[in-house]
């Protein structure tokens, strides 16, 4: 079903609680084009996040109430909103793709706070290069939950304010129905951004935009000598404590094209994503990844090789090769560091002692080895820390004797140094519920069948993942055999 002819978006009343300030759309329409969110047909609310409500200063009476639906589903424009849909490119499965751009996304607008506000799934743009500008509410809920449980965890992450469904049938590898998620981030500019108009040679285009950028986000830059490298430095390291914090979680983006990586150093852009299950170092989430580019074990280089692409497209700010380099040499130094940090977090460690490295390391092979339950191994090393009792540790391995081995070791190791242990930080830095995939499909299938209940108290559950959450103990046990079947493309 076509609904492009539908009529317009009417306002939304006028005592809508938002109010705007100047953004991305003030530097002019080189930067995007005003489109109209496409209204969707008989919209109901799906889910809705009271956190992220309270941060945009949005009463719950008036997200409870009609003008809110019709403004989060592209029915109805917020008072001073002024949709735009933002032009950018970006290399995708390391290849250069030309001119991209939203798609399915509309930038309402900014803050007086500093939170852009996004609809994606509200209909085409003339950057949709032939596709339908909708998203499903299968993808819809997946990036719902992704978000709250990634920030649940620490992790920076683009938030989602609330999803609206629909009848509309909207067609992927199978009909589904329509949806439209509400995203929340005080900016949404990509890698992809600057590499567009450095490929169209726009410099003052290029120049305008890093200038924006930087005195909305990075002003401690124009106190450098040199603010066009400083920002590259900045966006760069932010990008490796980004893609640390991913790897000590488990976690897998799937699809790490530069049009989906953060300026901000956010999560972006939720489609195969996967947290592991059993451990597996070339893990490959994204079913579309077929030569595993995005695999776990290749996100930081993907990293570092994104933060390249960042450097050349700066370059004519910039102005000189061995500056961008230096720019973006500190990156493999700084992941590393603060993997290294995290994981000793995960270990209970406050601090480092001599030789935590080669242990940590040893572990994670010998997690590799066995295909040790990633999350559950790390809950349970935790609690065997508190309690004294490593058995329910030591029969999550096949090869006792292995993890014997490497438990005496690293307690050698602890003796020496005269460190200990702290319980207390472990399980805050080792959390009892993921977002498993399994789980996502159970929030699913209800939703489809009109249940939103699973999706809701699943999302309550991760917006706290290191609390115990006695009721839901089922969520935090092993898969069951039918989710290693679930596969996941970028339609997901």
Known sequence: MNHASAAPPRPAGTDAPLRWRPGLAALGEAFYTRVAPTPLPDPYWVARDGQVAALLGLPTHWMDGAQALAAFSGNALLPGSDPIAMVYGGHQFGVWAGQLGDGRALLLGETAAGQQLQLKGSGRTPYSRG?????????????YLASGALHGLGIPTTRALCITGSPAPVRRETVETAAVVTRVAPSFIRFGHFEFFAW????????????????????ECLAQPHPYAALLQTV??????????????????????????????????????????????????????????????????????????????????????PAAQAAIASYPAVFRASYLACMRAKLGLDGTCEGDEAHIDALLRLLDGAHVDYPIFWRRLSHAVAQGNFTPVRDLFLDRAAWDAWKLSFQELLARSGKAQNPDLMLKSNPKYVLRNYLAEHAIRDAKLGDFGTLQSLHAVLARPFDEHPDHDAWAGFPPDWASSLTLSCSS
């Open 131 to 143: 596709a339908d500008g909708r998203a499903v509410l299968r993808s819809s809920i997946r990036e």
């Open 236 to 321: 760069s390291e932010r990008t490796a404590r980004l893609i640390a914090q991913w790897q000590a979680a488990g976690f897998m983006h799937g699809v790490m094209n530069t049009d989906n990586m953060s300026i901000l150093g956010l999560t972006l852009d939720y489609g195969p994503f996967q947290f592991m299950d059993a451990f597996d170092v070339h893990h490959i989430c994204n079913h579309s990844d077929q030569f595993g580019r995005y695999a776990y074990d290749q996100q930081p280089d993907v990293g570092h090789w994104n933060v390249a692409c960042l450097a050349r497209a700066l370059l004519p700010l910039i102005e000189d090769v």
């Open 200 to 219: 169209r040679r726009q410099t003052e285009a290029l120049r305008q935009l890093a200038n924006h950028v930087i005195g909305r986000h990075y002003p």
